[in-house]
């Protein structure tokens, strides 16, 4: 190109390279808008949606006061949003997978192995201005005992409000929806690595992070696994096979697909979810038959109270 550009006038050269600069500008790719997932909840298994446990909500529970200026009629920019400032570390993070004869145990206390924004938002943070979470990032016990191998089970189930999976990086995984219901990656203000704490101080994503480790070491550049949903089926990242990236339309309705993948050190063909820079983002039903699990309990100093306020995913 540049020889080429060489051999032209000055003038000619000047709008050849104006025209790669727009073509660069323009070339937006398809997740630096994203569709908006507002009222994308179903009372079943359907694909784009969310088969959500929960089908009323309440349009004043916690979450963002302001609409982002990132939203645009149906559509929300990822990139213009804004995201809660700080670079706080977590030494103390654990996370152990054991695998016990059919059973795999996921142990952590639900601290982050990286860093996060510091909560609660702090009122000179730009992101208070939407989003005024007092929450602050606590110590919770995870202690899932998964099925090793999960099975495909007869009838699809929803998803809850609150923990759906856990990752390897530390976090809860939560469903694509706020407590009112709405999309929440393109709502709620998160730090740099898609995450905040709730209400008992929960650090969870709602959406893929990007502060997760993606070798894409799998065979053929196909994502690696990044967590487990809580029915035991893994949540591999955003690459499918031949490293294509993912997008919900090539998924089935409750986010996942089946073929081979590394699952404890062998090739095996098993279902699995994906990570999509689009809604519903994760899991949008579960393919498997979820294991119970208790509202994480308070870990704070005993002579801190809970926060006052109830426990609403938000
Ligand atoms: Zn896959
Ligand atoms: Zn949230």
């Not at 080429?4 to 073509?23: C, D, E, I, R, T």
């Not at 994906?274 to 309990?297: A, E, K, L, S």
């Amino acid at each position: 190109m540049f020889k080429s550009v060489m051999l032209m006038g000055a003038k000619s050269a000047l709008a050849f390279l104006m025209m790669y600069w727009f073509a660069w500008l323009t070339s937006a790719t398809a997740h630096d808008v994203l569709p908006l997932g507002d009222g994308k909840i179903s009372n079943g298994p359907e694909a784009g949606y969310l088969f959500a446990c929960q089908q009323r909500f309440n349009p004043n529970a916690p979450g963002a006061h302001r609409r982002g200026d990132w939203i645009k009629g149906d559509e929300w920019y990822p990139a213009q949003k804004v995201t809660v400032d700080g670079a706080v570390a977590w030494p103390n993070a654990k996370i152990e997978i054991t695998v016990e004869g059919g059973r795999r145990i996921v142990s952590a206390n639900n601290l982050p192995l990286h860093e996060t924004g510091m909560f609660p938002i702090r009122r000179d943070d730009d992101a208070y201005r939407y989003d005024r979470n007092p929450g602050r990032i606590e110590e919770q016990i995870i202690l899932l005992d998964l099925p090793r191998v999960p099975k495909v089970a007869n009838t699809l189930s929803c998803v809850p409000m609150g923990m759906i999976g856990f990752t390897l990086s530390g976090a809860a995984l939560y469903n694509a929806v706020d407590a009112r219901g709405n999309d929440a990656p393109a709502h709620e203000i998160q730090d740099k690595c898609n995450g905040h704490p709730q209400q008992t101080g929960q650090y969870h994503y709602h959406n893929y992070s990007d502060c997760q480790t993606d070798t894409r070491s799998q065979a053929g550049g196909h994502s690696d696994l990044l967590g487990y949903a809580l029915d035991g089926f893994g949540i591999f990242g955003i690459y499918g096979e031949q490293g294509a990236e993912l997008s919900t339309s090539d998924l089935d309705a409750c986010h996942g697909h089946s073929h081979d993948v590394t699952w404890d050190g062998v090739a095996t063909t098993l279902y699995h979810y994906h990570f999509t820079y689009d809604y519903p983002y994760t899991v949008g039903c579960f393919r498997g038959t979820p294991i119970r699990t208790q509202t994480p309990r308070f870990l704070g100093p005993p002579d801190r109270p809970p926060p006052p306020f109830g426990a609403p995913p938000r």
